[in-house]
């Protein structure tokens, strides 16, 4: 089989030289970065990137021996015609790009997270991209990881009982952080959708009355799915997750290096304790490579990628509606958001 071609947009850290940053880090699986994914997999061959900065582009071909380099990423995909498009820009033009490269004929899409600053730029992603059936996946690297999936298929088989409470520990940003942790819960318990939200940026007197905010504040947040789960954010510990069910519970620790499960048990007449149930051991494995694997096996088996336009649109809503949460002092709201021009920068 041929391997896919991918083309480069934005040649800075989580294109090609983020894996340095993590090397001896349990947490991260290399390779981390989409060129690094390329270099070791026989289904992808990086054909192409486009940075505006020539020494992010000499950089570039130099570490990855890429000879077809652009300062226009129009003209990069016209005149490469690439399988896959990588967007791994900044956030504030991920959605014109998203929506730019489906429009000129991008196979399939990976977008750095968040997709965009506003519904209304991940509205026109989410329109470009699901009318023409692309596959589709971001840099939410955990619904990609294996130790990550072997949770989540354990409590969607049920090893947990009904999920009642999922929960995520770390202190974290809204847009650059959040987008991870309520696409992480909701991966973990199944995808169900976010029926709604409240939560609070930080500062708590954070003003947000014009409707725009260009930082990207701290935050934290409530959230219920249309499941009935309650979920929420911590803000305190290193990036773990707990799904807590009605038979038992499954937990990360020190942002996923580690796992581990409980499950109830009877514990005299009266009362049932939990007791540790050990997970199968697994080898961890590069999230970036499975997922931009992923890309190439669904474009050449014609079937959907792991997660679609249509998550990428909810996670950002659910971000969204936090910061819309705020600006009404707090209370809950509603999926779909009606504020659809709120608007908040990330990186
Ligand atoms: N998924 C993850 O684990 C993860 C990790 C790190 C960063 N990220 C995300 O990746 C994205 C990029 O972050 P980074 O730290 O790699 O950024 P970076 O600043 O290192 O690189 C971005 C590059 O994009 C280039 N660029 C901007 N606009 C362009 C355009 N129109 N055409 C061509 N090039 C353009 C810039 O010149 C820059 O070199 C961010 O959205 C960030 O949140 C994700």
Known sequence: ????????????????????EVVGYPAITLPYSIAGACAASARLELAAGCDLLPEKRDAFGRRWGVAALYDDWRRMLAAEQPDIVAICTRADNHAELAVGAAELGARAIYCEKAIACSMIEADAVLQAVASRSLPFNTGCLRRHDNRYEQLRDLVTEGAVGRPQAAVHYAPSSLMHGHIHSIDTLLYLLGDPKVARVRGELRPRDLDLTSNRLDADPSAVYELETDTGVYATTVAAGSWEFEVIGSEGSVRTYANGAEAGRRRSVPAGERFTTTVAAPLEPLVPASATLRLMEDLANALAEGRPSREGVERAHHATEACLAVAESHRRGGEWVELPLGNRELYVWHV
């Not at 896919?4 to 934005?10: D, E, L, Q």
Request: net charge neutral; glycine share 16%; proline share 5%.
């Open 1 to 20: 089989m041929q391997p896919a071609r991918v083309a480069v947009i934005g040649l800075g850290r989580m294109a090609g030289t983020i894996d340095d």
